[in-house]
């Protein structure tokens, strides 16, 4: 991938009105996303008092996140094209299609826009703890990493396929569904093993509210090559170096 497709941006965006509005999506769209897959996790534990997770709640996990993403995507799309997920703005950034400032301003406000729902969380259950990610019994850090970077990279893709692609037509409405369904199935095959992340400020606003941090860095590092892979597969191959617009202001 050329060198050249990865854009900096310029000093006076970090202070761009629409740049800070997009930034204001993005911690909105965590906190929803947050607040409404996490607490369903916290709900359930307060319903079966804390017991193992059963494969009922396992599928309730999934729905409730995909629901929400739905939801979370869709409200932010139109200002900030809906990232809520730094891998995905990672991803973003590697295909060229939003600048680094640009992407800082983001990753800051979807760490804040998750610690912020887990604190909420915390208040509104009267001091539940709120679950970190970890790594069930019998699996290793090295297995859970893979976990993370093949799932991971089946959500950037989809999110190029829908979302960023300039073929994709009226594809595109399907995107924040398509991205939610994604999600929904990869905690059904993977939140048995590592809690099925795919989105390190997910699993940093627990980590930070519980101040639990073993193994976090797998939630880091398996979401950002995923997402790296997905974006040079897809923008490579099925995008070209033909196939690319002006870079956007409030979109993917």
Known sequence: MPINRIAFGTPREASHPDALRAALAEFISMLIFVF?????????????????????????????????LFVAVSVGANISGGHVNPAVTFGALIGGNITLLRSILYWIAQLLGSVVACLLL???????????????????????????????FGLVYTVYATAVDPKKGNLGIIAPIAIGFIVGANILAGGAFDGASMNPAVSFGPAVVSWTWTNHW???LGPFIGAAIAALVYDNIFIGSGGHEPLPTNDF
């Open 218 to 220: 797998v939630y880091w």
């Open 122 to 152: 915390k208040f509104a259950t009267g001091g539940l703890e709120t679950p970190a990610f970890g790594l069930s019994s019998g699996v290793g850090a090295w297995n859970a990493l893979v976990f993370e970077i093949v799932m991971t």
């Open 36 to 68: 409404a897959g996490s607490g369903s996790g916290m709900a359930f534990n307060k319903l079966t008092d804390n017991a193992s997770t059963t494969p009922s709640g396992l599928v309730a996990a999934a729905l409730a996140h995909a629901f929400a």
